[in-house]
């Protein structure tokens, strides 16, 4: 008998066979349509000629990594999980990073899952959200940190795969990961598996460059792997990926802190939501950014200024982003600022280290990441499906509700 639980007031039903839900970290569709095109993920088009499912959909705004791999896994978006960014400015002006568990507003779907008494596992390629996942006693393990982590009965993680584990900043991480995610479940005995993998390869390079070709063929053949296994496999990505380089080869950004102080704003701050540890993915440069006026007589002449920037496109007050972007305003800046396609957010020269880029700076944030690949590797009842607009925190309701 199949087992029913609650998230969210949503239900979810989990079949008999085991399903792997895949975060694919910056996956723009480029990537995928290049991949598919070129033959370079022959299982994963076996799986949509067999029936399977490959649909765009939409990404949670911002378009960083917390924020959407929280809403893939509580199936809610930010205004009701809580988690609108990597990182924010708390009520005593201090920049946190999002990665404890008290920032958590809604339950995961495996924390409800595993408290169905249901057998759950994540698995995550950035150890920066093994914390998140591992919310209500979820078994929670992290591919980047694999060589320091146990089993509860102190086997080494490596051990269960045979393999030690690759450098963040390498490609087979990902692919890792995925591999990992498997093993794991097999030892463990696990029927609802969460894999989120990293995009670094995504930062580093287009659709058609040596690396991503490598990329695409490995995860290609994990994804075999996990299907052979007999796990219906899935997957979302978090956000898309775009070239943010200008002609002359360097970043196309724009300084906002810069702005505010030549327009005579003294009391401005600017957050960059897409802060992380993992610098050399980005330098902490995407293209929405927070910013906070302490003093309201400044804030339309810091909305002016930052307004009439090139490369911006909008600049919205905090009521406004949270209506449009279903985010939580105690999370968000006084304003928020979206970028073009090729711009890029900074606060200033001095706050962030370009020269830790891996080549070309490739980024994300804004709304021209906001269209992302969802793909399921089964058939689906296409009841309910039919003209429905998808995102991705949809992903654990395809999976787990509307196979065929």
């Given at each position: 008998?199949?087992?029913?639980?609650?998230?969210?007031?949503?239900?979810?039903?989990?079949?008999?066979?085991?399903?792997?839900?895949?975060?694919?970290d910056?996956?723009?569709?480029?990537?995928?349509?290049?991949?598919?095109?070129?033959?370079?993920?022959?299982?994963l088009?076996?799986?949509?000629?067999?029936?399977?499912?490959?649909?765009?959909?939409?990404?949670?705004?911002?378009?960083?990594?917390?924020?959407?791999?929280?809403?893939?896994?509580?199936?809610?978006?930010?205004?009701?999980?809580?988690?609108?960014?990597?990182?924010?400015?708390?009520?005593?002006?201090?920049?946190?990073?999002?990665?404890?568990?008290?920032?958590?507003?809604?339950?995961?779907?495996?924390?409800?899952?595993?408290?169905?008494?249901?057998?759950?596992?994540?698995?995550?390629?950035?150890?920066?959200?093994?914390?998140?996942?591992?919310?209500?006693?979820?078994?929670?393990?992290?591919?980047?940190?694999?060589?320091?982590?146990?089993?509860?009965?102190?086997?080494?993680?490596?051990?269960?795969?045979?393999?030690?584990?690759?450098?963040?900043?390498?490609?087979?991480?990902?692919?890792?990961?995925?591999?990992?995610?498997?093993?794991?479940?097999?030892?463990?005995?696990?029927k609802?598996?969460y894999?989120s993998?990293?995009?670094?390869?995504?930062?580093?390079?287009?659709?058609?460059?040596?690396?991503?070709?490598?990329?695409?063929?490995?995860?290609?053949?994990?994804?075999?792997?996990?299907?052979?296994?007999?796990?219906?496999?899935?997957?979302?990505?978090?956000?898309?990926?775009?070239?943010?380089?200008?002609?002359?080869?360097?970043?196309?950004?724009?300084?906002?802190?810069?702005?505010?102080?030549e327009?005579?704003?003294?009391?401005?701050?600017t957050?960059?939501?897409?802060?992380?540890?993992?610098?050399?993915?980005?330098?902490?440069?995407?293209?929405?950014?927070?910013?906070?006026?302490?003093?309201?007589?400044?804030?339309?002449?810091?909305?002016?200024?930052?307004?009439?920037?090139?490369?911006?496109?909008?600049?919205?007050?905090?009521?406004?982003?949270?209506?449009?972007?279903?985010?939580?305003?105690?999370r968000?800046?006084?304003?928020?600022?979206?970028?073009?396609?090729?711009?890029?957010l900074?606060?200033?020269?001095?706050?962030?280290?370009?020269?830790?880029?891996?080549?070309?700076l490739?980024?994300?944030?804004?709304?021209?990441?906001?269209?992302?690949?969802?793909?399921?590797?089964?058939r689906?009842?296409?009841?309910?499906?039919?003209?429905?607009?998808?995102?991705?925190r949809?992903?654990?309701d395809?999976?787990?509700?509307h196979?065929?």
């Amino acid at each position: 008998m199949d087992v029913t639980f609650v998230a969210n007031d949503r239900v979810y039903n989990v079949p008999r066979r085991p399903v792997l839900a895949v975060c694919a970290d910056g996956w723009d569709p480029e990537y995928v349509d290049d991949a598919l095109e070129r033959s370079l993920m022959p299982r994963l088009a076996e799986s949509l000629s067999a029936g399977g499912m490959y649909r765009l959909g939409r990404a949670q705004v911002p378009t960083f990594t917390n924020p959407n791999n929280v809403a893939i896994v509580t199936g809610v978006c930010a205004a009701s999980n809580g988690v609108a960014g990597n990182h924010y400015r708390n009520e005593c002006g201090e920049e946190v990073q999002v990665t404890d568990p008290v920032f958590l507003r809604a339950t995961t779907i495996y924390a409800a899952a595993h408290a169905a008494g249901v057998e759950v596992l994540c698995v995550t390629a950035k150890d920066k959200l093994r914390r998140l996942l591992a919310v209500g006693d979820v078994p929670a393990f992290s591919a980047e940190c694999a060589h320091e982590q146990t089993l509860a009965d102190g086997t080494p993680v490596t051990e269960v795969l045979g393999s030690g584990n690759p450098g963040i900043y390498d490609w087979q991480l990902s692919p890792y990961t995925i591999d990992l995610a498997v093993a794991l479940a097999e030892r463990l005995q696990s029927k609802l598996v969460y894999a989120s993998l990293t995009d670094f390869v995504q930062h580093a390079a287009a659709p058609g460059a040596p690396m991503s070709d490598d990329f695409y063929r490995a995860v290609d053949a994990a994804l075999g792997r996990a299907i052979d296994a007999g796990f219906v496999v899935g997957l979302a990505a978090d956000h898309g990926m775009r070239s943010k380089t200008g002609a002359d080869g360097r970043p196309n950004v724009r300084f906002l802190d810069e702005a505010l102080a030549e327009a005579g704003v003294a009391s401005g701050h600017t957050l960059c939501p897409i802060t992380d540890p993992y610098v050399v993915h980005h330098a902490a440069l995407g293209s929405m950014a927070w910013v906070h006026v302490d003093d309201a007589d400044e804030l339309d002449r810091a909305r002016s200024a930052l307004a009439a920037l090139p490369g911006v496109e909008g600049v919205l007050n905090r009521s406004a982003a949270a209506d449009s972007f279903d985010l939580p305003p105690d999370r968000i800046g006084d304003l928020v600022v979206l970028a073009d396609a090729q711009t890029v957010l900074g606060k200033s020269r001095q706050a962030h280290d370009i020269s830790a880029l891996h080549g070309e700076l490739r980024s994300h944030g804004g709304l021209h990441e906001r269209p992302v690949p969802i793909i399921v590797c089964e058939r689906l009842a296409v009841d309910g499906l039919a003209g429905r607009e998808l995102h991705n925190r949809d992903l654990h309701d395809l999976l787990l509700n509307h196979l065929a």
